[in-house]
């Protein structure tokens, strides 16, 4: 294969990034919050598979770096944002009095999302320091949450969740994705125990929370991604 052809394949793959995150946006809007989910899985996939082809290939780029982020933006930025607001928009939840004057506005609160999240992505392109780590939540890991939240708990949330609480978690997820907090990557370089150890567990802990929560195991997942990045690499920092 010519190199010619070779340097394209990565941001190819990043386009197609973008265009699953497209859809996931329609989706969304449309309230089909399943597809939408769906979506942003693969874009979550083409977005591991980019880096991955990028490096297999040697055929890193300037601008597959910027396209990237542009990708991810759309992917794991405005579309768990969509569907926060399409989710919030929709829903009967339970509203405290002082809200209820401007309940019509509270929804655009999940636009939030799309900003910090545009924020951790140009902070991630000029920070050295996340070559095998991260500085903070994970786009990709934000909007899995999300989403999986919203699809998998919705009917609980409606029924026994204050919209309080659902704010608060957008606040959260919005400092925690630009917070100077060190997480870490799940890129295994070799099988050694010493090395991923703390890999090795997340991935053991993971699994029976997918098998006991199904869909929104995939929040629990990132909760506990969160909390042992929290334990683990604040006592190496």
């Not at 990237?68 to 569907?83: K, Q």
């Not at 799940?186 to 567990?201: E, G, P, T, V």
């Amino acid at each position: 294969m010519s190199n010619a052809i070779t340097r394209h394949i990565p941001n190819t793959i990043t386009c197609l990034n973008l265009f699953s995150g497209c859809i996931a946006c329609v989706m969304a809007f449309e309230s089909k919050h399943e597809l939408a989910l769906g979506f942003i899985i693969l874009s979550a996939i083409f977005d591991f598979f980019d880096g991955m082809s990028a490096r297999l290939l040697n055929a890193p780029s300037p601008i597959g770096k910027e396209l990237d982020s542009l990708a991810d933006d759309v992917s794991f930025g405005v579309a768990p944002a969509l569907i926060i607001f399409s989710f919030l928009k929709e829903s009967s939840m339970i509203y405290p009095p002082f809200l209820e004057g401007v309940r019509e506005y509270v929804p655009y609160i999940a636009f939030f999302i799309a900003v910090f999240s545009a924020l951790r992505l140009a902070k991630f392109n000029i920070d050295e320091r996340q070559t095998s780590s991260f500085i903070g939540l994970p786009t990709p890991a934000n909007a899995l949450f999300w989403g999986s939240l919203i699809v998998g708990s919705g009917e609980f949330i409606l029924m026994h969740i204050n919209v309080l609480i659902i704010i608060a978690l957008i606040f959260l997820f919005s400092w925690l994705l630009v917070a100077e907090i060190p997480m870490f990557a799940l890129k295994i370089k070799d099988l050694s125990w010493q090395n991923n150890k703390i890999r090795y567990f997340f991935i053991l802990v993971s699994i029976p929370l997918l098998i006991v929560f199904k869909l929104s195991g995939i929040a629990a997942v990132i909760a506990w991604y969160i909390l042992l990045s929290l334990v683990t690499q604040n006592k190496k920092a």
